[in-house]
């Protein structure tokens, strides 16, 4: 064998072994820390730094460029109802994660990304495709995992204002107070007047967001290998907008904790988490005293091992137990507690210049038994930096509490189960590297909305591309991708069609430049054409495409004063993402923050 094709398969390998400070680490591929090169799946990163840099005003103002996403039902602007679609999969079958445990929100519905705080995010990973072998239930389209931890020893400030009257505040303080403990405090305010988001329903209203936000954390190193960690996050939302009722107040908290061993050859851990999730609406004429009322909570346990049996592989081992559960709901839905517990095991090795992982998992769900699901993977390691890997996994989503129990649903519902094959195809190169990512997704029981009261099933078969480059030409770094999605009904009345909510094509770039100590970004998206559900009628009906612009500015002042600028929109596109719901036009933001 050439030694070119041995440092090509032992390339990815050897910085897993050696944690290199060069790789980037994460831990969303399989729940311990691990370099992003050993990934045997497609996964993405964003960073502090390239969240400070994109100056985001909500989590979809973040996301909505990565490759395969899709926020196919966006109803406004900032902090109205935003749900994303990951590879044509339904909006509940992206797991969301906060600090790598599942958030309450998705017991009864999926999560709302425009309503969830971005001041507090340190990170975010992304990973694409099935992961159910790992995570279970609802890793149907791939997992977010929204971090808010960091060991970066600073303590910042900083105040935004900007269009449609928008003001925000935050406030953060990570410090290590002694040598083997830190702690974090993360706070932040924002809210906007808007604007009328659905001007044709007799309601000509500024729709407004107000929310807040805390986080707490402490995390404890005993000595080398043992460190104790604990979090809370909360946060407290009051949105307008427009319809029956027209008055949404949220709120939500997440405390977890957790402990960890990280040894040479053995690494384990084991966290419990607790969240609850209420949201409640009214009309505001009507008064308070008219709110509906949803309410409700996950507890989880989980703990892992993992030992590396030598440079070449490791085996990895672990189980988490979950329990759902309907606190309230005002319509007099009741439900019982769901419980649900999981066993998981994966092996991963490597025979230069071919990898090999297979991962295998049953879960035991109290209302629908047993389900094993399964994930493999083949990767390949070829002559000059170049990779191809053939996946395969098994997913499925028991349906939610609501769908089985509301007056709308359907106690009958069998859970969603999917099939997905995959083939990348990846080039990595000093100033540049690609990768080419082909796969079919075919999914039984597929649950939908027929109309604001009725849910139906169906199958649907997912085909799709997706081609992302990133690369470096003189000062600017480009990222830019191209995706294709064709997601078919496979049942009458809708066979042969594509799924609604899904654009079949979707580009995005982005251009970065330092100029003189400035960072300069542009932004371009363009989603194409599709069918969406009307606002006032729920029938389906056909949607533009659109493309829009945004620019940003950051520059540093002094070494701790940093001013920075951004234009949203900058050629004030009229488009819509939700037929009868105004996307914002142009839009620009000034502020500044201050590290001490």
Known sequence: ??????????????????????????????????????????????TKSEIERRQPRSLVDLLETLPGMQFGSQNGGIGQQSSLFVRGTNSDHVLVLMNGRPMAQMVSSNVDFSQLPVSNVERIEYIRGPRAAIYGSKAIGGVVNIITTSEVNTTQVGVTTGSNDYYAADLSINQWVTDATRLQLASGYRETRGYDVQPGNNQPDRDGFESKNLTLGIEHQLNQQWTLDANFNGWKNNLEYDGWTDINETKAYQIDTGIRY??????????????EYEAEDWNKGAGRQTASNTSTATTRLDGLTQYHYSEQGYVLM?????????????????????????VYASVFHTWAPVSIELTGRMDDNEQFGT????????????????????????????????????????????????ENWELSFTGDYQRFNWQLNLYRNEIDNLLFS????????????????????KATT?????????????????????????LVNRAKRKLSWTGDIDIANTNLFAQVLY??????????????????????????????????????????????????????????GMEFYIGADYRF
């Open 474 to 498: 003189g000062p600017v770094h480009h990222t830019a991708s191209y995706e294709y999605t064709d997601a078919e009904d496979q049942r009458a009345p809708n066979q042969g069609k594509q």
């Open 527 to 584: 989603v194409g054409d599709r069918e969406t559900f009307d606002a006032n009628t729920f029938a389906r009906t056909f949607t533009p495409s659109y493309t829009i612009w945004n620019i940003g500015a950051r520059y540093p002042l002094t070494s701790n004063l940093t001013l920075n600028g951004k234009v949203n929109n900058l050629f004030d596109k009229d488009y819509q993402v939700v037929s009868g719901y105004d996307a914002p």
């Open 318 to 342: 672990g189980m988490d137990w979950q329990r759902d559960r309907l606190l309230a709901r005002t319509t007099g839905t009741t439900a019982p507690d769901r419980d649900n517990t999981g």
């Open 450 to 469: 027929q109309s604001p009261t009725r849910k139906d099933s169906t199958d649907t078969l997912i085909k799709g591309a997706e081609f992302v480059v």
């Open 371 to 418: 389900y094993g699901t399964w994930q493999s993977a083949l990767s390949v390691a070829l002559p000059e930096q170049h990779k191809a890997t053939l996946s395969y996994g098994t997913a499925f989503r028991a349906p939610n509490l609501l769908e089985l129990y509301a007056f709308w649903g359907n106690p009958n519902f069998d859970p969603e189960e999917s």
């Open 262 to 275: 990280q040894g040479k050859e053995l690494v384990g851990q084991l966290n419990a988490s607790y969240g």
């Open 1 to 46: 064998m050439s030694k070119q094709w041995l440092a090509a398969a032992l390339l990815p390998w050897a910085a897993f072994a050696q944690n290199s400070s060069d790789s980037t680490d994460i831990t969303i591929y399989n729940r311990v820390t691990q370099p992003l090169t050993s990934a045997l799946a497609p996964v993405e990163v964003i």
